[in-house]
C-alpha cells in the first residue's frame, strides 16, 4: 500500500524557471494538502481540495498553483520560482476534516538557486 | 501572529525516564489538538490526539493532557526510549470556522540518551 507518494523527491531550480510536484494518493481520500516546512518554522499550508476540481488557499498560497483534476492526484505548481520558495513540500490527504486522519507523504526538498 | 507555540526547541532525556513536551495555543475557537512525530528525511505520522471536550487521552507510552483554561497541552511519553527521538509538532484545528487546515507549532526535537 503505497499511500501518499511525492514526486521528485529532490530537485534544484534556477530563479524563473517553472516546475511541477506531484501527489498522488491511493487510499480514496477526498481531501488532499500541500504543505511547505521550513528550518524553524511549523508547517504551513499552502493549498488544499476538499474534492476533485475544487482548490481553495491556505495560509501561505503566493507563488504556487495548484490542481486536482483526478480525485488520487494533486499537483503543485510554482510558476516563476524565487530563493524564498526553497523549502521542503510536503503532501498530505484525508478522508475528511479530521485531523487525526492526515496521512503525509515523504517530503520533496526543493533548492531554488 | 503563531498560534501554536512550541517553546522549547529541543529537549533531552535519559532513556526510562519521562518526555514531557508543552504546546500553548491562542486561539480559543480550537476545538480538536493532535501530536504528530517526525523522523529525518520522512513525513510526520499521527501519534495521538484529543478533543476539547477532553482533559487526558492515553495510548500506551503516550498521554496527552489539556488544560483549556491555560491554554496549554503537553505530551507524555513514558518510558521514553531512543526510537521516540525525533520532531513533534503540536497542531491545532478550528472545526467551527469550516477549516481544513491543520495549524502547526515549530515543533520540539525530542533526543532520548541511551
Known amino acids: 500500500n503505497a499511500g501518499v507518494t511525492q514526486t521528485p523527491k529532490f530537485r534544484v531550480l534556477k530563479t524563473g524557471q517553472s516546475m511541477t510536484l506531484l501527489c498522488a494518493q491511493d487510499?480514496?481520500?477526498?481531501?488532499m494538502y500541500w504543505y511547505r516546512q521550513d528550518p524553524g518554522m511549523g508547517l504551513r499550508l499552502i493549498h488544499y481540495?476538499?474534492?476533485?476540481?475544487?482548490?481553495a488557499k491556505g495560509e501561505v498560497p503566493d507563488g504556487y498553483n495548484v490542481s486536482r483534476l483526478k480525485k488520487q492526484n494533486f499537483l503543485l505548481g510554482l510558476e516563476s520560482a524565487a530563493p524564498s520558495q526553497t523549502s521542503v513540500y510536503f503532501c498530505?490527504?484525508?478522508?475528511?476534516?479530521?485531523?487525526?486522519?492526515?496521512?503525509f507523504g515523504e517530503g520533496s526538498w526543493l533548492t531554488v538557486v | 501572529d503563531q498560534q501554536v507555540k512550541q517553546n522549547s526547541p529541543s529537549l533531552s532525556v535519559q532513556e526510562g525516564r519521562i518526555s514531557i513536551l508543552n504546546c500553548d495555543y491562542t486561539n480559543s475557537m480550537f476545538d480538536y489538538f493532535l501530536w504528530y512525530k517526525k523522523y529525518p528525511a520522512e513525513g510526520p505520522t499521527f501519534l495521538i490526539s484529543i478533543s476539547s471536550i477532553k482533559d487526558k487521552n492515553e495510548d500506551g507510552r503516550f498521554t496527552v493532557f489539556l488544560n483549556k483554561s491555560a491554554k496549554h497541552l503537553s505530551l507524555h511519553i513514558v518510558p521514553s526510549q531512543p526510537g521516540d527521538s525525533a520532531v513533534y509538532f503540536c497542531?491545532?484545528?478550528?472545526?467551527?470556522?469550516?477549516?481544513?487546515?491543520?495549524?502547526f507549532g515549530k515543533g520540539t526535537k525530542l533526543s532520548v540518551i541511551p
Open positions: 497542531a491545532a484545528r478550528d472545526s467551527g470556522a469550516g477549516s481544513y487546515q491543520l495549524t
Open positions: 487510499m480514496n481520500h477526498e481531501y
Open positions: 498530505a490527504s484525508s478522508y475528511g476534516a479530521s485531523g487525526n486522519t492526515i496521512y
Open positions: 481540495s476538499v474534492g476533485e476540481g475544487t482548490t
